[in-house]
């Protein structure tokens, strides 16, 4: 299978940012549903459902289902791709999640249900295809486990003066501020370009695609 940097910290910087981007976007101007954060989705669908506004928990339920086909696609694609593709799997599922935003930003605030489903069916394909940052398991579309190893390895450090905690910490505290970053882009995209302003975000995952063709740690 063709050689891709699947793991580099530049990679996971580009990603960290499409992530908060993606979030940022679905919340601000697609009715205040998350794309990544499904336990934020979860919970409101357990509130509304408790109050009997059906419409209003279907409108949380359904990009949480799409978020599982989402990481199901992702493993069939990893599953079934030949070992003589030109293209990596992880290229492939990048390639696929930058398509869909590009269609998101075509579709119009009344149909905002299928624009944060497809939203999250592309973040669900990420989680999956992205896990792992120089070898440590990292989420570039969510937070609290970034946060929680962050303090992990901080706290370790303090205790047994090790540098690779320390350096592990940074790492995680890094992907975590590259995230929020993503998240003021998106803000500050979707008061210019409201829609359209995912498509950024489909340009930021295009440049993804092609860093994997660079083996990045040869060229440090």
Known sequence: ??????????????????????????????????????TGNILLLGIHLSEKNWSVALRYAV???????GIALSDMIRLGLKEKSILHWRQISILIEAAVLIGVCFIPQELNLLANSLT?????IQVESFR???????????????????????????????????????????????????????NVFVEMLREKAIVICSGILFIGFIMMFVDWEKSR
């Open 1 to 38: 299978m063709k050689k891709q940097m699947s793991e580099s910290i530049r990679l996971g910087v580009v990603l960290a940012i499409a992530g908060g981007f993606m979030d940022a976007y679905s919340y601000m101007c697609r009715g205040k549903v998350f794309a990544n954060a499904q």
């Open 120 to 124: 999250s069916f592309a973040c669900g």
């Open 132 to 186: 792992k940052i120089h070898g440590n398991g990292i989420a570039t579309t969510m937070c609290i486990g970034n946060l929680r190893s962050a303090t992990q390895n901080m706290c370790e450090y303090w205790h047994t003066k090790e540098k690779k905690k320390l350096k592990k910490g940074f790492l995680y505290y890094g992907v975590i501020l590259c995230f929020v970053l993503g998240a003021i882009l998106g």
């Open 63 to 69: 990009p949480v289902v799409a978020f599982v086909v």
